[in-house]
T-cell receptor, first 112, second 115 residues
Framework: DQQVKQNSPSLSVQEGRISILNCDYTNSMFDYFLWYKKYPAEGPTFLISISSIKDKNEDGRFTVFLNKSAKHLSLHIVPSQPGDSAVYFCAARVEGAQKLVFGQGTRLTINP | ETGVTQTPRHLVMGMTNKKSLKCEQHLGHNAMYWYKQSAKKPLELMFVYNFKEQTENNSVPSRFSPECPNSSHLFLHLHTLQPEDSALYLC??????????????FGPGTRLTVT
């Protein structure tokens, strides 16, 4: 039973356009949601997070949106750059614990 | 050294071998984690340590034995592994329980192959 799902294994976007990565969850006991980026041969790198009591958090080119009623979050990257090509993981923190539950990842490719 | 380091980066071992993975964090964190990433599967949490005490064991087989001598170092001792244990093993660290927004900082991982 996977509690955090990224249903798109891959996404291809043209440089300069907006990249939208999606994530769905089933557990209402998550208090924070996080996005990680992973390059080959490296560990995941923390990108941005959002509290379950907010609906938007922005950091430079990255914005995360949370829709609690739909149990859905998304990461927007604008404008997309070639260096953004990586695998993106959505994760959720179990309230009151340190446990992070990860999605399967989406491979983003930015085309010049 | 900065961040989270892991050694070795690659390891090939037979099913009867005993080996250890090492992780060190230079971030002043109090919690450390072991994760397993198999092909086409999400990261799976294996163990959590807070202030050197194990606080979570995610039903991991006993052939994986963690050790946390202090808040900066974490080991994963391996013995009599199976080929299906071949995976990327990632170490992470974070502030202690109740702190921060849950962000964990990862090392580069050890790519383990069991033959």
């Amino acid at each position: 039973d996977q509690q955090v799902k990224q249903n798109s294994p891959s996404l291809s976007v043209q440089e300069g356009r907006i990249s939208i990565l999606n994530c769905d969850y089933t557990n209402s006991m998550f208090d924070y949601f996080l996005w990680y980026k992973k390059y080959p041969a490296e560990g995941p790198t923390f990108l941005i997070s959002i509290s379950s009591i907010k609906d938007k958090n922005e950091d430079g080119r990255f914005t995360v949106f949370l829709n609690k009623s739909a149990k859905h979050l998304s990461l927007h990257i604008v404008p997309s750059q070639p260096g953004d090509s990586a695998v993106y993981f959505c994760a959720a923190r179990v309230e009151g614990a340190q446990k992070l539950v990860f999605g399967q990842g989406t491979r983003l490719t930015i085309n010049p | 050294e900065t961040g989270v380091t892991q050694t070795p980066r690659h390891l090939v071992m037979g099913m009867t071998n005993k080996k250890s993975l090492k992780c060190e964090q230079h971030l002043g964190h109090n919690a450390m984690y072991w994760y397993k990433q198999s092909a086409k599967k999400p990261l799976e949490l294996m163990f959590v340590y807070n202030f050197k005490e194990q606080t979570e064991n995610n039903s991991v087989p006993s052939r994986f034995s963690p050790e946390c001598p202090n808040s900066s170092h974490l080991f994963l001792h391996l013995h009599t592994l199976q080929p299906e244990d071949s995976a990327l093993y990632l170490c992470a660290s974070s502030q202690g329980l109740g702190s921060g927004q849950g962000e964990q900082y990862f090392g580069p991982g050890t790519r383990l192959t069991v033959t």
